[in-house]
């Protein structure tokens, strides 16, 4: 089982070092609201920053031992921050204890019955989905998830509900350490292998979380790895999907530009359609295990459907950008090659002229295991760029490069259209030239490519498109 997790019933002084990341600023705000005072400080300011000073938090641009209360009980830091932080070594001198995020997390997960949803993507718009399916039947659910859901602007809360929905982390192991109620996993497949250290020790991760969850473990039946721990939760496994083993069963799935829809059967049982306002098998797929859990926690089918229906997206999640000119921009945080392959494919499905894709890798090291895996993933597209890898804080790797990603396409379709631009520059100067009225730009990536439909807008309705930018 997980460890004895920090004691925050009582409020506490609770100063976070690298308040600005979505995960850490996500914890203060909760911190706040549950009562605790809260104090921060981050290298740079931010939209994050902004907001947490709206909610209470008393945050510092730049790290400086002066940051730190007089009356600090706890000082919690990611795993970004060194320990040569001078926050991190003030505390330290003064006998404060210094913990993880996963150790805070762990201890707010413990004051609600937590339903930890896991998974190696989706795990955002799951999870985003489930909070507005138990805030539909009336359950005022908190939750800390990945990204800001667009009907409340914001990626955490605390409410006075007995649930909590939390986006359970194996990238660091975080999972494992959620005191959590019930489970929900979308899939599993290698990655952050270089926490876990192989395949084989990710996939045991994954038994252990959800063996050691007492109850609801819910299970996408189309993922083999997902499907095979239903062995390990026992009774305690539903499982859902489009095949015919699933004990919820999707059937007559549809895609299209303006959405999705599915009917979900149980037990030879229609239950009802469906209807989503955004594109993608895999957003129906994300929709039915959000709906299968949320029932396993009492909530009706009916106010599924109904929030569903409303459901406006997560920020970067197949987020519209725009349009201008007669081209569309579509935003989407897909970085691995199923989560490519299902973001391209839902852009097809939307019978734009064209689907002008841009993709932008992220992290050497994934790039480096992965780079072969990508080879199919933009089959669906009728142009692809792709530009060079975002470090994300690693350093460069000798021959890893976005160009690896460019040869694996080249090499198994001879006839692809595709571009290797390193530079943000060099993709908005060739978007310009590139987009026609009728395409699709569809951008990709977890990085900061996600500034480049704004500039490319802003060219189109300036009329200075095709032109070089600065």
């Known amino acids: 089982m997980w460890p004895d997790p920090i004691d925050l019933a009582a409020p506490r002084a609770v100063h976070i070092v690298g308040a600005g990341g979505a995960g850490m600023s996500a914890i203060a705000a909760t911190l706040a609201a549950m009562g605790h005072q809260v104090s921060g400080s981050d290298l740079k300011e931010g939209r994050s920053l902004d907001r947490?000073?709206?909610?209470?938090?008393?945050?510092?641009?730049?790290?400086?031992?002066?940051?730190?209360?007089?009356?600090?009980?706890?000082?919690?830091?990611?795993?970004?921050?060194?320990?040569?932080?001078?926050?991190?070594?003030?505390?330290?001198?003064?006998?404060?204890?210094?913990?993880?995020?996963?150790?805070?997390?762990?201890?707010?997960?413990?004051?609600?019955?937590?339903?930890?949803?896991?998974?190696t993507h989706g795990k955002t718009t799951t999870?985003?989905?489930?909070?507005?399916?138990?805030?539909?039947?009336?359950?005022?659910?908190?939750?800390?998830?990945?990204?800001?859901?667009?009907?409340?602007?914001?990626?955490?809360?605390?409410?006075?509900?007995?649930?909590?929905?939390?986006?359970?982390?194996?990238?660091?192991?975080?999972?494992?350490?959620?005191?959590?109620?019930?489970?929900?996993?979308?899939?599993?497949?290698?990655?952050h292998l270089e926490h876990h250290g192989s395949w084989e020790a990710l996939q045991a991760a994954f038994v252990t979380f959800v063996a050691d969850t007492p109850g609801p473990v819910v299970l996408c039946a189309?993922?083999?790895?997902?499907?095979?721990?239903?062995?390990?939760?026992?009774?305690?496994?539903?499982?859902?999907?489009?095949?015919?083993?699933?004990?919820?069963?999707?059937?007559?799935?549809?895609?299209?530009?303006?959405?999705?829809?599915?009917?979900?059967?149980?037990?030879?049982?229609?239950?009802?359609?469906?209807?989503?306002?955004?594109?993608?098998?895999?957003?129906?797929?994300?929709?039915?295990?959000?709906?299968?859990?949320?029932?396993?926690?009492?909530?009706?089918?009916?106010?599924?459907?109904?929030?569903?229906?409303?459901?406006?997206?997560?920020?970067?999640?197949?987020?519209?950008?725009?349009?201008?000119?007669?081209?569309?921009?579509?935003d989407d945080y897909a970085h691995l090659p199923t989560e490519v392959t299902a973001a391209v494919a839902a852009a097809k499905d939307g019978s734009w002229d064209r689907v002008v894709c841009v993709f932008q890798p992220h992290r050497y090291s994934r790039t480096a295991a992965l780079w072969q895996d990508f080879a199919d993933a933009f089959v669906d597209a009728d142009v692809v760029a792709v530009t060079d890898v975002y470090a994300s804080g690693e350093a460069p790797r000798p021959g890893v490069s976005g160009k690896l990603i460019v040869d694996a396409i080249l090499s198994a379709h001879p006839r692809a259209r595709v571009a290797y631009l390193p530079g943000l520059n060099d993709v908005v100067g060739w978007l310009g030239s590139e987009l026609r009225p009728g395409d699709l730009c569809l951008t990709l990536g977890a990085g900061d490519l996600t500034t480049v439909p704004t500039r490319v807008l802003a060219a189109l309705e300036g009329g200075t498109v095709g032109e070089t930018p600065p």
């Open 127 to 191: 999870s985003s989905m489930l909070v507005l399916i138990l805030v539909e039947a009336g359950l005022s659910p908190s939750f800390i998830v990945g990204g800001d859901l667009n009907e409340i602007g914001s990626g955490s809360a605390w409410d006075d509900g007995r649930f909590m929905v939390v986006e359970a982390d194996e990238s660091d192991g975080t999972f494992l350490e959620l005191p959590r109620t019930a489970a929900l996993v979308t899939n599993v497949e290698p990655d």
């Open 222 to 330: 189309d993922d083999p790895v997902a499907a095979g721990l239903a062995e390990f939760a026992g009774g305690r496994a539903r499982t859902y999907g489009t095949g015919p083993g699933a004990d919820y069963q999707m059937v007559n799935v549809v895609s299209g530009r303006s959405g999705c829809s599915f009917e979900l059967v149980h037990e030879g049982r229609s239950l009802g359609e469906v209807r989503l306002p955004v594109a993608g098998v895999h957003n129906a797929r994300n929709a039915a295990g959000a709906l299968v859990c949320a029932m396993a926690l009492g909530a009706p089918f009916s106010d599924g459907v109904s929030a569903l229906a409303r459901f406006a997206g997560v920020a970067r999640r197949f987020e519209h950008r725009g349009e201008a000119g007669g081209i569309h921009f579509v």
């Open 52 to 119: 947490l000073r709206a909610a209470g938090v008393r945050v510092t641009v730049g790290h400086d031992a002066s940051n730190l209360p007089e009356d600090l009980a706890l000082v919690a830091i990611s795993t970004a921050v060194p320990a040569t932080n001078p926050e991190v070594v003030a505390a330290t001198e003064r006998g404060v204890p210094v913990v993880r995020r996963a150790q805070v997390l762990a201890g707010i997960a413990a004051r609600r019955d937590t339903v930890a949803v896991a998974g």
